[in-house]
C-alpha cells in the first residue's frame, strides 16, 4: 500500500503535464501517456473486476460469529491451533466479520474476514491496490512482493530477509472463494512454504 502512495506525486506530476497545452509536437501527448500507462498501467480490466465483485459482495448475508468459528481450520498441515488469550484451543472473534488464530506457537497467524455487506469495500480496496502495485522489491532487495496465482487463486506475497528482523517472514492475502480476505503470515518460511503449510482444502468450510 505504501508504495501505491510513494507514485502518487508522479502521477499527478505527469498528469499535470498531460493537461496543458498541446504542443506543436503530436509526440508529445503519446510520449505522456505511455509514461502515465508505466506509471499505473491501463486498468480498466482490473477497476471492472473489482467494482463487480464489490457490488456482488454487498449482497451476501455475512456468516454469524459461531459459523465463522465453526469454518475456521482446528490445524493447518502439522501446525495445530494455539490457545486463545482465554486458553482456549479456538479461533476467535476479533471484529465484525473477522475470525483469526495463530498456529504452531505462532508460527502462522490467519485471519479470515467475511467480506459480505458492510465488509466488502475494506476487503476490495486493499486487493485491488496491491494488484495494481507494480513495485516488485524494495530495501535493496530485502523485501520482495509477488502476485502469483495458485490453485486458481491471485495471491500477493511479501518475504523478507531474515536482516529485517519483521516478526513474520512472509505473508499472503487472497480472496477465497470471491468472498472471504485472507490474510497470512509465517514465521521462517517463504510464501511458497506459507502456502504450502496452509493447505487451500483446509479452507473448505468457509463457502459462500
Known sequence: MKNILKLIPIILLLASCKETPKTSDPSASKILDGAINEVIGKNDDINKKY????????????LTNAQLIEAFPKKLSNLSLDPSEQNKIEPEITDTQL???????D?????????????????????????LNKITSESNNTIRYSKVERNGILTFGTDRD???KADFQSDLRFLYAN???????????????LWKAMGIDNLGGFKN
Not at 475470525?99 to 506457537?105: E, I, M, Q, R
Not at 459480505?116 to 491496490?129: C, H, T, W
Request: zero cysteines.
Open 179 to 193: 468472498r472471504f480476505y485472507v490474510t497470512l503470515e509465517g514465521k521462517g518460511m517463504d510464501t511458497d512454504a
Open 107 to 131: 508460527t502462522i497467524r490467519m485471519e479470515i474476514l467475511d467480506a459480505a455487506r458492510q465488509k466488502a469495500v475494506g476487503a476490495i480496496i486493499p486487493l485491488k491496490m496491491l494488484h
Open 51 to 62: 467494482d463487480d465483485l464489490r457490488k456482488d459482495l454487498g449482497t451476501k448475508t455475512p
Open 162 to 164: 531474515a536482516d529485517t
Open 99 to 105: 475470525v483469526s488464530g495463530s498456529f504452531g506457537d
